[in-house]
């Protein structure tokens, strides 16, 4: 009858509304830290009239984006949003109290914002004010895209994204370190892409004296989208001449090191613009920095999302400490041999591909590449 099928069209509508506040959002990937990437969507009589996200440095939030350009058209209208809107005096007034004054009629909001500041209290601010709000339509989504504000706010980590680049037999290098082609093209720009989304790329200081990497974003047009750029490098062996700390006073680079490297060092680094951040070692042999101190360190200034980039030893180590939330295995079509580099060191790829702590949450082929995401399961 007339009901159900205009009700059925109004839900098409939402989640069309929705799905475009998570697209928005997700605009801001890799550089509100360390605030959430936001979307939000402003519909008044079936029609788009704001739409907004979280700005870069995290403010201003999504809401005031959306309403701002709605103007008045707000009056009435629905607020499309992918994470409950704030009711805290932060470093900006509560976007919960700017959509009860621009007069929204009603919210759609996918999830709750674990913030202990928020954690339902936006929603009942809204509620308190003759507000319809409605939450979870476009939760699983909201919740992947907002997985390392949650990882920073419960667990006081980022969310940590592994990528692997193999060759057809699993190897990430050749044996003595002979340059070998891994990945194609294709699959490089959807590295540098992934680098844009993340806060900070992380490598150790292994990979960085044998590769001197740059380890920037260079996708054209996106270059001013790098993350910051994490060493580990226990005992600052970190080469005053290498490109990362070159460009240090480009793009940020922090080299974490332990209580006992040696301060002048510390402070080389420092005047050519690098961060010299101290965390605690591991307790076991081999000798190493906690990684678990590591990421608290990295939360603690404001880290939410991290990509690790390698090498062999740092993959494995983030592994087997089960400190990996995701996965991207891009594999290429040729084979290395035997003597090549395996790409978890000690451990067998299979403790990932094989593992019931992950599952695949996504593939696609780029040209001759195959990528494969892994995400873990919670439980
Ligand atoms: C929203 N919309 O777009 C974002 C929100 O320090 P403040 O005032 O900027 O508040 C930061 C907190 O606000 C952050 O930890 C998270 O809980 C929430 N982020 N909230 O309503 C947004 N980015
Ligand atoms: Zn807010």
């Given at each position: 009858d007339q009901f159900a099928q205009k009700s059925r069209l109004s839900k098409a509508a939402d989640l069309r509304f929705m799905q475009l506040a998570l697209t928005l959002g997700r605009r801001g990937q890799g550089r509100t830290w360390p605030n959430p990437a936001v979307g939000a969507v402003v519909v008044k009589d079936g029609i788009i009239v704001g739409r907004g996200w979280t700005q870069?440095?995290?403010?201003?939030?999504a809401e005031p984006e959306a309403l701002r350009r709605a103007g008045e058209a707000a009056r009435g209208a629905t607020l499309y949003v992918t994470l409950e809107p704030c009711s805290h005096f932060g470093k900006s007034p509560p976007c919960a109290d700017a959509i009860i004054a621009a007069g929204i009629a009603r919210v759609v909001s996918a999830i709750e914002d674990p913030n202990p500041e928020v954690a339902g209290q936006g929603h009942a601010r809204l509620r308190a004010a003759g507000i319809t709000v409605d939450v979870g339509l476009g939760a699983v989504e909201a919740a992947r895209d907002h997985a390392g504000h949650f990882r920073r706010v419960r667990d006081k980590r980022p969310h940590v994204i592994l990528k692997l680049a193999v060759s057809s037999?699993?190897?990430?290098g050749a044996a003595g370190r002979k340059p070998v082609a891994i990945s194609g093209e294709a699959a490089k720009a959807r590295v540098h892409l992934l680098r844009a989304r993340c806060d900070a790329i992380l490598v150790g200081i292994g990979t960085v004296r044998a590769d001197d990497p740059?380890?920037?974003?260079?996708l054209p047009g996106m270059e001013a989208r790098s993350p910051v750029r994490v060493v580990l490098d226990r005992a600052l062996r970190?080469?005053?001449?290498s490109k990362l700390v070159h460009s240090a006073r480009e793009t940020p680079l922090w080299v974490m090191t332990s209580d006992l490297s040696e301060a002048p060092a510390a402070m080389k680094l420092g005047a050519a613009g690098a961060q010299v951040i101290r965390v605690a070692t591991t307790t076991?042999?081999?000798?190493?920095?906690d990684l678990l101190a590591v990421l608290h360190a990295l939360a603690e200034k404001g880290i939410t999302r991290l990509m690790v980039e390698g090498g062999a030893r740092v993959a494995s180590s983030f592994v087997a400490a089960g400190l990996v939330d995701e996965v991207w295995l891009l594999r290429g079509p040729n084979a290395i041999g035997a003597d090549g580099i395996a790409a978890l060191d000690a451990l067998p790829l299979t403790a990932i591909t094989?593992?019931?702590?992950f599952r695949v949450r996504a593939s696609e082929t780029l040209q001759s590449d195959t990528l494969t995401i892994y995400e873990r399961v919670e439980g």
């Open positions: 870069p440095g995290g403010r201003p939030h037999d699993d190897k990430i740059l380890l920037t974003c260079r970190l080469p005053g001449a076991a042999p081999p000798p190493g920095l094989q593992s019931p702590a």
